[in-house]
């Protein structure tokens, strides 16, 4: 649905998007991470037609965005960061307004905007003035515009951000929902929010696609991992049994407490001695209470390939 | 062109809304009211023929204002706001033209200009019906001289659409779209060729290519151009020109299509 190849686009001296190559095939829901001024909003403004790209060729539903843009903006419902709206209109209005600018027919636009409504959960303040609701309600009152056509695709810049927790939990479950039904290009800078939604990601930073890939398969691959044990044995004595188990990293005592000892082995990429370690641990017949590999977790992953910035592309489309 | 539709009738309706408009409406006619007072007491005094009676009662104070004011107030805010706000983004993503959403907002505002001189007709209309001026209106002047008023509105609002579509500050397009008025109706009568030497003494090639420049290019120009004048001794005296109608709508087309362009430009940064 969504073939981005060789992106760039350059603000006076300022290159926002370098060499960005991705494409999101329908139905899949994809979470764009990146830190702020990563180049996620520059990207979503050429795929939605705000900006024109200053390299590479971007298509939407099959239509070009230098070409077709408005086959490409009618294809997309967009929910911009900071969901600008119109103050001076009631919600039911402002949403019939928009269902109409988005060439919603006359006949089907009051039951396109009462289903939006419903979804979106807003119906109860559509008469209120646009500008007098609460900032959970105009992110709701955003995304009912977004979806108000009805369009294969949805592009959310940061849906999330400015909700408190409650209404962060409505808005990502309404989000799953909808997944079901849409395309959806999903951005955020909170992982937490995307790991629970989306299955895969995109990672930009400093303008590049830093990775792309299934979350698990990008942990999976990404360095970090290790195999934590506890075990009734002294510290040293265990990390003597564990000799030559690590293959990154080395090895580290990390607690000592009632006889116990935790150790934790780094290992590379697709390393994984658990069968060897508990093999040697009966033999010697220790009382263990843990042994589990522990993947990095999303927010190391996001430091490592954010921060060092030095990784090569993981596994692509 | 249904977007521009879409657009014009929600414009059309935050205008309708906003008080601002109806504070101008109040201040011009509360104006307009002291001058038909005087106008009608000078006709009383001194008698005025009917056709001098209608310019002069639609070329007021309040008229000027209605032609360097409102229009820059009224178009103040249709793109400057939008792109403050961000809300141009969500305008802009939605599936219609950039020439939609400009020939849309122009509209709107040139509908709510148009209402805004309503009264004064309504007015006029009395004053036929109450026989207050003891003798009978000649309408074709009126009529024309409305078409004049529309007309230079028009172009003046598309004006305002341009400063507007130039900037996120509404202060300075307000600004620039007032300068513009002001320079339309006053800077072509206003205009004078530096003075030289008749002949003989101190004249040179350069003066003499000067004077020809004046008289052969930039005089004819400016008559062209002056708005005022097509204003005074054309349409409030029952007479109108082709050339001016097209010289009008030409330059709103012109302006229209130059705020396309500006906003399209403005996305390039």
């Known amino acids: 649905m969504i073939d981005v190849e060789h992106l760039s686009k350059r603000f006076g001296s300022t290159l926002a998007v370098d060499d960005v190559s991705f494409a999101i095939p329908r139905g899949e829901v994809v979470g764009f991470l990146g830190p702020n001024g990563a180049g996620k909003t520059t990207t979503i403004r050429v795929l939605t037609c705000y900006h024109p790209a200053t390299a590479g060729a971007v298509r939407v539903a099959g239509a070009d965005v230098v070409k077709d843009p408005i086959a490409v903006r009618r294809a997309i419902g967009y929910l911009p960061e900071n969901v600008p709206l119109y103050p001076d209109m009631r919600v039911e209005e402002y949403l019939r307004y928009r269902a109409e600018l988005k060439g919603v027919a006359r006949g089907l636009r009051r039951a396109f905007v009462h289903q939006a409504m419903e979804r979106c959960g807003v119906t109860e303040v559509r008469r209120k003035m646009v500008g007098h609701v609460s900032r959970g309600y105009r992110q709701r009152v955003g995304l009912a515009d977004a979806l108000v056509a009805r369009p294969p695709i949805l592009i959310l810049d940061e849906p999330t951000s400015g909700l408190d927790p409650n209404q962060r939990r409505r808005m990502k479950a309404l989000i799953k929902e909808l997944a079901r039904e849409h395309t959806i290009l999903f951005s955020s800078h909170i992982l937490a929010e995307v790991a629970d939604v989306v299955g895969r990601v995109l990672v930009i930073h400093q303008g590049k696609l830093r990775a792309d890939g299934k979350i698990a398969d990008l942990l999976a691959a990404a360095p970090g991992r290790e195999l934590r044990i506890t075990a009734r044995i002294a510290g040293q004595a265990l990390l003597e049994l564990l000799d030559g188990l690590s293959t990154q990293g080395g090895a580290r005592i990390t607690a000592e407490a009632d006889g116990f000892s935790s150790v934790a082995l780094g290992l590379a990429r697709d390393a994984d001695p658990r069968d060897e370690a508990w093999a040697r641990l009966r033999a010697r017949d220790v009382a263990v209470r843990e042994l589990a590999l522990v993947l990095p977790t999303l927010e190391q992953y996001f430091a490592h390939v954010t921060e060092l910035a030095a990784v090569p592309q993981e596994a692509g489309t | ?269």
């Open chain 2, 1 to 269: 062109m249904s977007g521009a539709w879409t657009t014009f009738k929600r414009e059309l309706a935050s205008y309708l809304r906003s008080p601002v408009g109806y504070v101008i409406a109040f201040l011009l006619y509360l104006l307009r009211g002291f001058e038909v007072d005087r106008l009608l007491r000078l006709t009383a005094a001194y008698g005025i023929d009917r056709e001098r009676f209608a310019t002069a009662y639609l070329m007021q104070n309040s008229s000027l204002m209605l032609l360097i004011l409102v229009p820059a107030v009224l178009t103040m805010r249709v793109f400057a706001e939008e792109r403050r706000s961000g809300s141009l983004e969500v305008l802009l993503t939605a599936p219609v033209r950039d020439g939609a959403v400009v020939l849309g907002k122009w509209g709107a505002s040139f509908a709510f200009f148009a209402l805004l001189w309503a009264p004064a007709f309504v007015l006029l209309a009395w004053f036929q019906d109450t026989s207050y001026l003891g003798t009978s209106l000649t309408w074709g002047p009126i009529l024309t001289g409305l078409l004049g008023m529309l007309l230079v509105g028009a172009l003046l609002l598309a004006a305002g659409c341009f400063t507007s579509s130039l900037t996120d500050n509404q202060l300075l397009a307000s600004l620039s779209a007032m300068l513009f008025a002001w320079v339309a109706l006053y800077g072509p009568s206003q205009f004078r060729a530096p003075p030289v030497a008749d002949d003989g003494v101190g004249a040179t090639g350069l003066d003499a290519a000067w004077r020809w420049l004046d008289a052969q290019v930039i005089r004819p120009v400016l008559d062209d151009v002056n708005v005022a004048d097509h204003l005074q001794s054309w349409f409030l005296r029952g007479i109108v020109n082709s050339a001016h109608v097209v010289f009008y709508v030409a330059g709103t087309a012109a302006l229209l299509f130059l705020t396309t362009r500006s906003l399209e430009a403005r996305r390039w940064r």
